[in-house]
């Protein structure tokens, strides 16, 4: 079973009943199930969130979220501590689930702290992002430069044109990415500090 499009409604729901104690028999919300084929899946079910969402810009990255590459960076990352091992760094590997894991990791103040200790938000990257860091590591500033839609559009077809389809990230292939995140997010403050002149992407 999977939510294509109403996880908003689904976690507010979910949320006024856990947290505020609400009564919830009286709620009802409409709903329409579309039963389909595993082999369909993967195309179909971007096609409905594209067509039926109506209340929030539907951005190109969405339609990858259960791609098995990002699926399994998120899966890495939950996983692989920083040296110390005191913290790991977050992929949002669909919009909103750095806040949902905070709500429901976090169910005090005390508990929210050490959250927000092990995976602090500068420590929290995207797919938007993973783009951006890996795009010009291998020397693409001209794909980045077009904007994070176009180029992470770039980055899942060249990913599908150098790798099989069944392969997958390993642990190395993650910490080079967070090496690469951290090269890039401090390139970031550099840029940002010396006010260098021009769009920030650029």
């Avoid at 292939?173 to 920030?200: P, S, W």
Wanted: proline share 5%; net charge positive; charged share 25%.
């Amino acid at each position: 079973l999977q939510i294509v499009n109403g996880g908003q409604t689904t976690a507010s729901i979910h949320r006024v009943g856990k947290t505020d104690k609400a009564d919830l028999s009286r709620v009802f919300v409409q709903a329409k199930l579309t039963v389909m084929t595993p082999a369909v899946l993967d195309e179909l079910a971007p096609r409905i969130a594209e067509f039926a969402n109506t209340q929030n810009p539907v951005q190109m990255a969405d339609f990858s979220a259960n791609d098995p590459f990002h699926i399994e960076i998120e899966r890495l990352s939950k996983q692989t501590w920083i040296p110390g091992e005191q913290g790991k760094w977050f992929y949002e590997r669909a919009r909103g689930q750095y806040q949902v894991a905070a709500v429901n990791e976090g169910t005090t103040p005390a508990r929210i702290r050490q959250f927000k200790d092990r995976t602090p938000p500068s420590r929290r990257f995207t797919k938007m992002d993973l783009a951006r860091f890996i795009n010009s590591w291998d020397w693409l500033p001209h794909v980045v430069s077009q904007g994070a839609q176009k180029n992470f559009v770039m980055f899942m077809q060249r990913l599908r044109e150098t790798r099989a389809r069944t392969w997958l990230p390993d642990a190395g292939y993650y910490r080079d990415l967070v090496a690469k995140a951290i090269i890039f997010n401090e390139a970031t403050r550099i840029v940002r500090r010396e006010e260098f002149q021009g769009y920030r992407a650029n």
